[in-house]
């Protein structure tokens, strides 16, 4: 007897082939029976690549665990079965089914209902999956059992086949400008977006193994965030290239030039000589960085994704390509639309984007020009008459919309929100979700979480190293690392996340919501935030009474950052405990950023000075200025310089007077931060800021002290 689920998906298969486009099936049933279902399909197409991610593999699958989905990017399968059953994981599924070429089958197992461990506390996140599974092409027990295939029902159309004509078109031309890159006029970067499955990476390695075939001795470097990013790129360049030299999996030799990876952070340290510079993913690398690559290398091309777990929004875009425009006027940015992957209108890209709130292009409300200037400046009444909501859950089920329109937000401002951030929000009552509307319009939000409220057993585990528990981040590095049992006994929120819509930057809605968020607050004690550290971040939270209290020594991996943590207090009992940290932090600074920071970026080094008063003596003022005449040494002088460094740095403290002096603007140059504050040697100088030798770097340094000395004056 012929099995009608096989043929069911047979036929759907054939319908897939045709039309070049990804459906998905989900399987409804005991699992003996979905067990049975997927087998007996797998038996017939074991012809074609079959990938699986969770469970217990199939036969003649290619498996990997349901975290570890990002295994699978850089290739390609005709089937992915995901089991979901015991376990899920949104980035892993999202990165696996990248992997599912046009004509390709996804063949879902969904989560067990009767599981609460997968459930969650709350089982929003279940809610929102079986929604979501639901719009897939259902198979059921009961349907086989009937021998009526409800899923039959909703057999896609047979589209007109267009013989795939122009699938490569686009390709073709991103190629031909890496290539302009490489033959035009120096310090004319080109920016490459794409959504994913639209060939972006290829792009690069063919570009790459093109130029190494047609000029001798080029040298090429790729940079990106993660060596799996750049996969991909070294897989299409070594297919093309003939007879190379294959150094290891990120380096190749061919006619004496080569294509090799270097990561940003050494790439900046080391400055490896390069006739072009490819830097993947660029969204994920601070732009600080980006800005500095630009600055040494005057051939480069930026690719980043646009949508998907990887992607960055339109952020990236907005902000880095406005510095483009200022500082390299003649860059160039395309975008690769057309899929490779797949046909257009795939289906479970639609799918995708739509379960995980991938997609930035909400469309605006009818808000006009004039009610965005009317917002003015926050400090006034402008705002008085909108509120600070906090979404539910529930509502969110309800009103997917909301939940679109603030997660939007998230995708534009923040490279690593992801769709685990989806799931997580959704499944743990400890994580909130703020945003404030005007007209239908989210202009800006917040995800905020609890922590604290630790007992003194745990936090006394938590300071010997034998205890991390997971969701309290800012309370568990404050216990284990500066030893504040305080922090971690204390109530706190920590903002995870906060975004504003690009339209109304600018206006201060992240400080009118961060000074609601801590009015409205009666159950923390604290408000905490970690990140990514970049000045105009810290200069933000500076500027909203968020003190430093911590930096880590090891960049992030993925932002390539040293993360900053930073706290404010909201009552009484926080202030005094917040204060010795604060003060802690400040005492400690400039050892660190002279020791194991030494390598910390010039900009962060300055927005995380201490603003604590230094006295600083006449005579130590008469020293600097003979110094200045060419008179006794630096090492007589350096501690001198580094305390009116301080002191220029504390003319921001509210109500600050010095007691013998009045600094006015900043005259603090970068050579003084670098030299006096991280105590470099002259030659680390030199190179630094590019300055000819040892004498012209004195001279240089000499003036910069004069003119910091020369904006003190007497009172």
Not at 271 to 297: F, N, Q, R
Not at 453 to 475: E, F, S, T, W, Y
Not at 598 to 627: F, G, H, T
Request: aromatic share 8%; hydrophobic share 40%.
């Amino acid at each position: 007897m012929t099995n009608p689920t096989n043929t069911f998906l047979h036929t759907l298969s054939d319908i897939a082939d045709h039309n070049d486009h990804r459906y998905g099936v989900v399987f409804n049933g005991d699992l003996d029976w979905q067990n049975t279902s997927i087998s007996t399909f797998l038996q017939d197409a074991k012809s074609q690549t079959i990938f699986q991610l969770g469970g217990v593999p199939f036969d003649g699958v290619t498996h990997a665990s349901v975290k570890k989905g990002q295994q699978l990017l850089g290739r390609e399968c005709h089937v992915l079965v995901c089991d979901f059953r015991e376990q899920f994981d949104a980035n892993g599924f999202s990165a696996a089914l990248g992997s599912l070429i046009g004509s390709g089958l996804l063949l879902v197992l969904p989560p067990s209902v009767d599981k609460p461990e997968f459930n969650g506390s709350s089982g929003f996140g279940q809610r929102w999956l079986k929604g979501h599974f639901d719009k897939l092409i259902p198979v059921s027990q009961s349907d086989e059992a009937s021998g009526v295939m409800q899923g039959a029902s909703l057999f896609p159309p047979k589209l007109d086949r267009k013989n795939g004509i122009g699938r490569f078109e686009q390709q073709n031309t991103a190629i031909e400008l890496v290539k302009k890159v490489m033959f035009g006029r120096r310090k004319r970067p080109l920016i490459l977006t794409a959504d994913r499955g639209r060939g972006k990476s290829s792009t690069l390695g063919i570009a790459a193994s093109q130029l190494l075939v047609e000029r001798h001795g080029l040298n090429i470097i790729v940079t990106a965030p993660t060596v799996r990013a750049i996969e991909p790129v070294f897989s299409h360049a070594l297919q093309r290239l003939d007879a190379c030299e294959l150094i290891n999996a990120t380096h190749i030799r061919y006619q004496g030039g080569s294509l090799r990876f270097v990561a940003p952070d050494e790439l900046l340290k080391s400055k490896p000589d390069c006739d072009l510079l490819l830097v993947d993913e660029a969204a994920a690398i601070p732009i600080p960085m980006l800005k500095s690559m630009a600055g040494i290398y005057h051939r480069l091309v930026f690719s980043t994704t646009v949508h998907g777990y990887e992607g960055s929004g339109r952020g990236f875009g907005i902000k880095f390509e406005a510095w483009l425009s200022e500082h390299r006027p003649g860059w160039k940015g395309y975008k690769l639309e057309q899929p490779i992957r797949w046909n257009n209108d795939d289906p479970l890209e639609c799918w995708l984007f739509d379960c995980f709130l991938l997609s930035n292009d909400v469309p605006p409300s009818d808000l006009v020009a004039s009610d965005i200037a009317n917002l003015g400046d926050v400090s006034g009444d402008a705002m008085s008459h909108l509120n600070l909501i906090t979404l539910s859950k529930a509502d969110c089920l309800i009103n997917p919309v909301k939940l679109q329109q603030c997660f939007s937000l998230l995708v534009d401002a923040h490279y690593q929100t992801s769709p685990n951030d989806l799931m997580q929000f959704l499944d743990n009552p400890a994580i909130h979700l703020y945003a404030v509307w005007l007209q239908g319009e989210c202009l800006g939000c917040m995800l905020v979480t609890e922590e604290g409220g630790l007992d003194k057993d745990l936090i006394a585990q938590i300071q010997i190293g034998k205890r991390r528990p997971q969701g309290h981040l800012a309370p568990v590095l404050l216990a284990n690392q500066l030893g504040c049992r305080e922090a971690a006994t204390s109530r706190c929120l920590r903002v995870m996340r906060i975004a504003v819509s690009t339209r109304h930057q600018g206006l201060g809605i992240g400080r009118w919501m961060l000074a609601k968020l801590s009015e409205q607050t009666s159950q923390a004690d604290y408000l905490a935030t970690s990140f990514g550290a970049t000045s105009e971040l810290i200069s933000f939270w500076r500027d909203n009474d968020f003190v430093p209290v911590h930096i880590g020594h090891q960049r992030d991996q993925a932002s390539g950052c040293h993360s900053v943590l930073m706290v404010k207090p909201l009552h009484g009992n926080a202030r005094d405990w917040i204060k010795q940290l604060q003060s802690h932090f400040e005492n400690s600074y400039c050892f660190l950023v002279s020791g194991s920071l030494s390598s910390l970026e010039v900009d962060i080094v300055r927005a995380l000075l201490p603003k604590s008063v230094c006295a600083v003596s006449e005579l130590e003022i008469q020293l600097v200025r003979n110094y200045v005449e060419g008179g006794n040494s630096y090492d007589s002088i350096g501690f001198s310089v580094l305390k009116l460094i301080l002191l220029d740095n504390a003319r921001d403290s509210v109500g600050f007077q010095a007691p013998s002096f009045r600094v006015q603007d900043s005259a603090v140059s970068d050579l003084l931060i670098a030299k006096v504050v991280q105590q470099k040697e002259w030659g680390t100088c030199i190179d630094q800021f590019n300055l000819v030798g040892r004498k012209q770097a004195e001279i240089q340094f000499r003036q910069n002290i004069d003119f910091l000395v020369s904006n003190l004056h007497c009172k």
